[in-house]
């Protein structure tokens, strides 16, 4: 299993300019959450989702957009991006039953740079 | 709403030596509770939860956390830290989501 996949790694961008980034993961997960991670404010939810079609806004879903047409991909979208976003994104995925404490499993990342 | 203070921005340990990293919450219902390691440049890692049962849990690498209801407290330990351990620790709590305090991190002298 190649656990939870983030594209691409890197990625540097002009101020309005749009771009998507994918995650995909193989483990047959419901939930699915986008974050982003700056220096010395931990990871902050952007958006997530409990199943195939779902979305819901987090604590910072200003400026983002995300669908999750299959179950595997959950897809972040910057319509027009700004310097604000130069962040680290991280994409996470658990299973739906919460019964056992499910934790989240993380991507490696995508640092993005909006000059 | 629920919340997670981390009040250590940096800890230094000298190899060997014994390791204990803070973290406090606030949440409306009985929290699930997480501990995550992130190295440079990786994604987080997770070391430990606790949903129910024993309030003291063991962990990978040799870490353990305690929950203590009354402090509103999760507080991760290590008995001996090895320089591979310098990293940066996140604690989080919630449900369906989670809630990250702002991280420590851990840096390990010789």
């Known amino acids: 299993n190649a656990g939870v996949t983030q594209t691409p790694k890197f990625r540097v961008l002009k101020t309005g300019q749009s771009m998507t980034l994918l995650c995909a993961q193989d483990?047959?997960?419901?939930?699915m959450y986008w974050y982003r991670q700056d220096p010395g404010m931990g990871l902050r939810l952007i958006h997530y989702?409990?199943?195939?079609?779902?979305?819901a806004k987090g604590e910072v879903p200003d400026g983002y957009n995300v669908s999750r047409l299959k179950k595997q991909n959950f897809l972040l979208g910057l319509e027009s991006a700004a310097p604000s976003q130069t962040s680290v994104y991280f994409c996470?995925?658990?299973?739906?039953?919460?019964?056992?404490?499910?934790?989240?499993?993380f991507g490696p990342g995508t640092r993005l740079t909006v000059l | 709403a629920q919340s997670v203070t981390q009040p250590d921005i940096h800890i230094t340990v000298s190899e060997g030596a014994s390791l204990e990293l803070r973290c406090n919450y606030s949440?409306?219902?009985?929290?699930?509770l997480f501990w995550y390691v992130q190295s440079p440049g990786q994604g987080l890692q997770l070391l430990l939860k606790?949903?129910?049962?024993?309030?003291l849990v063991q962990g990978i690498k040799g870490f353990e956390a305690e929950f203590k209801r009354s402090q509103s407290s999760f507080n991760l330990r290590k008995p001996s830290v090895h320089w591979s351990d310098a990293a940066e620790y996140f604690c989080?709590?919630?449900?369906?989501?989670?809630?990250f305090g702002k991280g420590t991190m851990l840096l390990v002298s010789p």
């Open positions: 996470a995925s658990r299973f739906g039953t919460s019964g056992r404490g499910n934790e989240q499993f």
């Open positions: 483990m047959n997960h419901e939930y």
């Open positions: 989702s409990v199943g195939e079609g779902t979305t």
């Open positions: 949440y409306g219902a009985t929290p699930y």
């Open positions: 606790y949903f129910s049962g024993d309030t």
């Open positions: 989080a709590v919630g449900h369906s989501t989670l809630t």
